[in-house]
């Protein structure tokens, strides 16, 4: 597996993560503790490092989960989890949604260390911006665990551009996690320059758009109702019947290099920038060991040049969240 380096801060992951998420939220049926342990076991063994959790998955569980099945590599492998929600210790949401208060940030680190089982967080993300609270005081309160040495890195999460720079003025922020693919190329306009200007390396989440860009999701899916896509507009069938064009996209090139659509879709990502590190979520081995066959795949400047062309002439149809989730980005 190959490393790659998050921005300037010297933190070093494999050049594709693993997203967690998928194992205790969002995405149901889950496939169970064990099995979802020995999916991040076989990770570890591909060479991949980076696993990313969150305290709101499940909630809480997830950590557990992602804790437990690193225990015996720890010292090997770089975690990233998240704070910013008001949860209440039996795992519901709290009353206030998003939740930055310093106090609350120094609780949610103590806790993600319990249920990671560990004694420091290699990256600790603000899961969204809380437009309550100043960035500055955020960045000051991760700043002090940093010092304490409970945290390692500071990270942010779907924030915009004036508030990365405002917080990596006060703690500098290694990573940027945020949706980017061939489907959602937004970052692109300011968050990228603005990275690559700061030395912030970028972590995009749902790749492989939320599985769509596999070209396993047709316009006749059904969805669970606790499924996250059952209510996103872009997973409409009258909208993954229009957006089927960029899937066929993919599987045309994937064609010529004896690649699946998938693969296309990460080895574009990697192609972008040498720091950006995406973490597509699984629950399958057969996917998962798909996925780590990306960082193989070449892509020339003629085949990046190629797609994006054909790319640009492909309207998508569908917004990526429901107004209420898109309302909490990009702040």
């Known amino acids: 597996m190959q490393k790659r380096k998050l921005g300037n801060n010297n933190l070093e992951v494999s050049a594709l993560g693993l997203g967690c998420m998928g194992m205790s939220h969002s995405y149901k049926p889950f496939p169970g503790k064990r099995k979802a342990i020995a999916l991040i076991r076989a990770a570890v063994d591909s060479g991949v490092t980076f696993f990313d959790t969150a305290e709101v998955y499940g909630p809480f569980t997830n950590e557990e989960l992602v804790g437990e099945a690193v225990a015996p590599v720890r010292d090997k492998v770089v975690i990233a989890t998240k704070f910013g929600f008001d949860i209440n210790p039996d795992g519901s949401q709290g009353g206030k949604g998003l939740n930055s208060q310093p106090e609350h940030i120094k609780q949610a680190a103590e806790g993600s260390l319990n249920r990671l089982k560990t004694d420091y967080i290699d990256l600790f993300y603000q899961h969204r911006v809380d437009p309550s609270v100043p960035i500055e005081e955020v960045a000051g309160a991760v700043k002090e665990l940093i010092q304490q040495g409970k945290v ?8 915009g551009v004036q508030t990365i720079r405002r917080a990596h003025a006060v703690q500098p922020v290694t990573a940027l996690q945020s949706e980017y693919s061939l489907w959602w190329r937004k970052p692109e306009a300011e968050v990228i320059p603005a990275l690559e200007e700061l030395g912030i390396g970028l972590v995009p989440f749902s790749p492989l758009g939320k599985g769509f860009l596999t070209g396993k999701i047709d316009e006749s899916r059904t969805f669970d109702k606790a ?10 069938p009258e909208a993954r019947k229009a957006n089927q064009a960029l899937v066929d996209l993919l599987g045309r090139i994937a064609a010529q290099k004896n690649a ?3 693969q296309i879709a990460l080895a574009w990502l990697l192609a972008q920038k040498p720091w950006i590190v995406p973490i597509p979520g699984t629950t399958k081995l057969h996917r998962l060991e798909e996925n780590i066959g990306a960082v193989e795949v070449e892509l020339t400047v003629g085949d990046l040049r190629e797609i994006d062309s054909a790319a640009s002439r492909i309207s998508i149809e569908g917004a990526r969240y429901p107004e209420k989730l898109e309302q909490m980005t990009g702040r």
């Open 260 to 262: 699946t659509p998938a």
């Open 227 to 236: 499924d996250i896509r059952s209510t996103i507009p872009r997973f409409t």
């Open 152 to 159: 390692r890195h500071f990270g942010l999460s779907e924030a």
